[in-house]
């Protein structure tokens, strides 16, 4: 059985083991402030392993990940409470035309508690939930980093996030059951595939108290709670870097290749170019 102690130091849980809301709820609070999203290793065009010696590393290592490397973790991190997990898919739709049909691409874990039905992420970028959500079509619902609400849908149920002032869909749903075999192969779509914004953007996501740091591409914004969103162009590849360790708390040097990926990223993207004027980023 792996060691989830160092994953428990990593985000300051130092409570007992007792599969209580309270315990779930303060759970993904840390993971969701402490572990950031990233995709790094698919940028990089390295391979994203999901067993969990190798994603508790990476972590311990000032990584981040994304969606199935989170939540793998944090169901690993649940079981070992006795909470009830389930493990989803989902089909993506924020950003996405109503009209496509996305693949089921993104992991997510239902709970059962007292009775009751919940679903936890911890993988899902910028609008990532950091509470629980009751299973409960309807019902706005508050987290610590805004409101989100689960709907009814055709595929089953649609989780939605309010981001400036608009009800937004996030992914579709439905509670059949998913296992390691599924998640390895959305993972190797989803970190391989010509068609996987992975390979091709720059992603990088810290939740905080304050509100949601964003990297993607050659922009960097901060999306404080209850503020208007702040941004800033990055120029350089080394002022990416440094963000990313200053900022993100993600230590990337060692990845072969990602300076090129980057540096190609600046170039498609025109930033190297003469620097727009920006606002400070601020916390």
């Given at each position: 059985?792996?060691?989830?102690?160092?994953?428990?130091?990593?985000?300051?849980?130092?409570?007992?083991?007792?599969?209580?809301?309270?315990?779930?709820?303060?759970?993904?609070?840390?993971?969701?402030?402490?572990?950031?999203?990233?995709?790094?290793?698919?940028?990089?065009?390295?391979?994203?392993?999901?067993?969990?010696?190798?994603?508790?590393?990476?972590?311990?290592?000032?990584?981040?990940?994304?969606?199935?490397?989170?939540?793998?973790?944090?169901?690993?991190?649940?079981?070992?409470?006795?909470?009830?997990?389930r493990a989803l898919l989902a089909r993506v739709r924020y950003n996405q035309p109503p009209e496509l049909i996305t693949p089921q691409t993104h992991m997510l874990l239902m709970i059962e508690l007292d009775?009751?039905?919940?679903?936890?992420?911890?993988?899902?970028?910028?609008?990532?939930?950091?509470?629980?959500?009751?299973?409960?079509?309807?019902?706005?619902?508050?987290?610590?980093?805004?409101?989100?609400?689960?709907?009814?849908?055709?595929?089953?149920?649609?989780?939605?996030?309010?981001?400036?002032?608009?009800?937004?869909?996030?992914?579709?749903?439905?509670?059949?059951?998913?296992?390691?075999?599924?998640?390895?192969?959305?993972?190797?779509?989803?970190?391989?595939?010509?068609?996987?914004?992975?390979?091709?953007?720059?992603?990088?996501?810290?939740?905080?108290?304050?509100?949601?740091?964003?990297?993607?591409?050659?922009?960097?914004?901060?999306?404080?709670?209850?503020?208007?969103?702040?941004?800033?162009?990055?120029?350089?590849?080394?002022?990416?870097?440094?963000?990313?360790?200053?900022?993100?708390?993600?230590?990337?040097?060692?990845?072969?290749?990602?300076?090129?990926?980057?540096?190609?990223?600046?170039?498609?993207?025109?930033?190297?170019?003469?620097?727009?004027?920006?606002?400070?980023?601020?916390?």
């Open positions: 059985m792996t060691d989830l102690s160092p994953y428990f130091d990593l985000i300051g849980y130092r409570h007992g083991g007792a599969p209580t809301l309270e315990a779930l709820r303060e759970l993904q609070l840390r993971h969701t402030h402490t572990i950031p999203f990233e995709n790094l290793t698919p940028l990089a065009g390295l391979p994203v392993r999901l067993d969990l010696p190798s994603l508790l590393n990476k972590f311990s290592a000032r990584r981040g990940g994304y969606c199935f490397e989170h939540n793998i973790v944090f169901r690993h991190a649940l079981d070992s409470f006795g909470f009830s997990t009775g009751e039905r919940w679903i936890a992420d911890t993988g899902f970028g910028r609008a990532v939930p950091t509470a629980p959500l009751r299973l409960q079509p309807g019902a706005v619902q508050e987290t610590p980093n805004g409101p989100y609400r689960v709907m009814e849908d055709e595929a089953g149920y649609r989780l939605e996030a309010e981001l400036a002032g608009r009800w937004e869909p996030l992914y579709v749903f439905d509670l059949t059951p998913r296992y390691q075999s599924d998640f390895e192969m959305s993972n190797w779509y989803v970190s391989t595939h010509g068609n996987s914004h992975f390979v091709h953007d720059l992603v990088v996501v810290r939740s905080s108290p304050a509100g949601r740091r964003v990297i993607y591409n050659t922009r960097h914004s901060f999306y404080g709670i209850g503020a208007e969103p702040v941004h800033m162009q990055l120029t350089s590849v080394d002022a990416i870097f440094a963000l990313l360790r200053s900022e993100f708390g993600i230590e990337a040097e060692p990845l072969p290749g990602l300076r090129t990926r980057i540096g190609r990223i600046l170039k498609r993207d025109g930033a190297a170019k003469a620097p727009r004027p920006a606002a400070r980023v601020r916390a």
